[in-house]
């Protein structure tokens, strides 16, 4: 009895171990199930909403991790149709809770003002000059043809209309004074349409001084012509009573003839001040981009800080490469992520405080071995992201290559084929390439910036020009400058300048300033470039001349 007891229990111990074991299996494949139709609904249901939105699609979803009081990121990035990509790429990370997701449609640039306000602000120092330079320009001309037109009707009225032409006459000397009058005003036109009459490409917070300083000098000339002029010139013609006591038509012309002179002394002035004054360089700024830390060192001359910070955004945006967020975190692959949580079991059965005190000791000791390591985790991961990177570069060249050798422009002495126009013929080598370009943007995190129709545009376009594959993918492989970024493609650019100093004042040596557009700031400080001293050293003719040494040990 004892023995059939004992292999009774035995027997109903194994069953219910193997029903526990099928019941654990039963559900864990209902949870994998669950899990993939879901994924699959849920992936169908997205490519049916997002047919005519961009290729490629990101989604982030925060976790909280119970075990270590942190939390968990996932960031997808997600492909339009079955057609374009197959594959979703997952980024899991710990994170702090002051971290924030670059996947933030928050950190893009936000629209640029088109307020009343900015419209003002923008085109007002424009407005100005362009009406204080108009008058400039024509008083000359009007102080010529106003006597012509009865400016001085007390003249005509005392003297006689005899005496009043005879003084307007214009003989020789005043006709060349004329003429040189015209050339004069003719070279003013074009001087100050290059130098004043241009649209501003930047709007600056405080006024230009050499500018406004220019303006001011034109205002307070053109006013004390014409003072001088109505006084002087029509107050004498008043009170004259005999033809001597008046002023002739060809000392007009000479007055005229001097207020351009003037003028064009002032233009030159300006040319100086504004144009050429900062063209030697006299510092050197060195400016640094955060976060991703990119950073250029330019020569630069002597500016105010507001124009060397517009100087500083013309060299961004031509020169430095282009900012992606998503690559503040280099892409691992899924075989070398770890696991960072720790469980901690009671074998021994101590008591709670015993437990803690090990469990801290643990976790301590847990973290110290892995902040030890992970400069060597770092290292491993950019080589092996370098290694990826150049190996999905090399698959995505000899793609593009096959592809281009399918296409061939048709000439008039072939035979009849199929035309196609070059977005047909986008169509029709597009997809032979697909797929390595998908991985390469994929990869490299540049599927916000390349749409599918941005891609056959442009490949038409190198089709029609007749350029190489290495020309086509090069939006792809180069990642500079800035302006090559279609996000960054607006007319108006507005950006923070951050100063402790006034900004009229010109750059010196240890200047800081930050120019800031939401999360992308640039970090300038300038330094003065040193004196040169140039030395000469004259070298004797007699040390230029040389012997050969033999040695029984050299191969000579």
């Given amino acids: ?75 997808q990035i997600l492909p339009q149709d079955d057609n374009w990509g197959e594959n979703t790429t997952a980024i899991t990370g710990n994170t702090s809770e002051q971290s924030q997701s670059t996947e933030d449609v928050s950190n893009w640039p936000g629209e640029p003002d088109t307020g009343i306000g900015f419209m003002c602000q923008r085109y007002m120092g424009a407005l100005i000059t362009y009406v204080l330079s108009a008058v400039a320009f024509l008083s000359p001309v009007a102080m010529v043809v106003f006597p012509k037109l009865g400016f001085f009707p007390a003249l005509s009225n005392r003297l006689g209309l005899a005496e009043g032409d005879r003084l307007l006459a214009c003989g020789a000397e005043c006709k060349g004074q004329l003429v040189s009058l015209a050339f004069k005003m003719a070279i003013l036109a074009i001087g100050a349409w290059a130098v004043f009459l241009r649209k501003p490409h930047a709007t600056l917070p405080r006024f230009f001084l050499f500018r406004a300083g220019v303006l001011l000098f034109v205002l307070i000339c053109c006013f004390a012509y014409w003072l001088f002029y109505i006084v002087q010139v029509t107050e004498t013609a008043r009170a004259a009573t005999t033809p001597e006591e008046t002023v002739d038509y060809k000392a007009l012309v000479a007055y005229a003839s001097s207020l351009t002179d003037t003028l064009l002394f002032i233009h030159y002035l300006a040319v100086v001040l504004v144009e050429i004054r900062h063209l030697q360089p006299q510092y050197y700024i060195k400016i640094v981009r955060s976060p991703d830390g990119a950073s250029r060192a330019y020569g630069i001359g002597q500016l105010s800080i507001q124009r060397a910070a517009v100087w500083v955004l013309e060299k961004y945006y031509t020169e430095f490469p282009i900012y992606n967020p998503y690559l503040e975190r280099i892409p691992v692959s899924k075989s070398r992520k770890t696991s960072t949580s720790f ?13 803690q005190q090990s469990q801290s000791r643990a976790m301590l000791a847990a973290h110290a071995r892995r902040r030890d390591s992970s400069h060597n985790e770092r290292f491993y991961e950019e080589h092996e992201y370098e290694r990826r990177v150049k190996k999905r570069r090399a698959r995505l060249v000899t793609a593009a290559e096959e592809a281009f050798t399918h296409i061939k422009r048709l000439h008039h002495d072939q035979v009849p084929a199929i035309p196609m126009d070059p977005h047909e013929a986008a169509q029709a080598i597009f997809p032979s390439m697909a797929r390595a370009l998908q991985k390469y ?39 500079d400058p800035v302006l090559q970024n279609e996000k960054e493609q607006k007319s108006v650019q507005t950006w923070a300048l951050i100063c402790e100093e006034l900004l009229t004042r010109p750059i010196a040596d240890g200047a800081l300033f930050q120019l800031r557009q939401n999360d992308v700031s640039l970090l300038c400080s300038v330094k003065k470039l040193p004196h040169f001293n140039i030395t000469e050293e004259v070298v004797d003719p007699k040390s230029n001349k040389f012997v050969l040494r033999l040695n029984s040990e050299t191969s000579v």
């Fill in 1 to 75: 009895m004892g023995n059939e007891s004992v292999s009774i229990m035995e027997t109903e111990s194994i069953k219910s171990e193997n029903s526990s074991r099928s019941r654990r299996s039963r559900s864990h494949r209902d949870r994998n199930n669950f899990r993939q139709h879901s994924h699959r609904s849920t992936r169908s249901s997205k490519s049916r909403k997002n047919e005519d939105m961009a290729p490629f699609q990101t989604a982030v979803t925060i976790t909280p991790d119970n075990r270590d009081g942190q939390e968990i990121i996932e960031v």
């Fill in 343 to 355: 469980k901690f079991y009671d074998v021994d059965g101590a008591n709670n405080s015993q437990i």
């Fill in 441 to 479: 943007l994929r990869i490299t995190r540049q599927q916000p910036r390349h749409t599918v129709d941005s891609i056959l545009s442009h490949l038409a376009n190198c089709l029609s020009n007749d350029l190489t594959p290495k020309a086509f993918l090069e939006p792809f492989l180069v990642s």
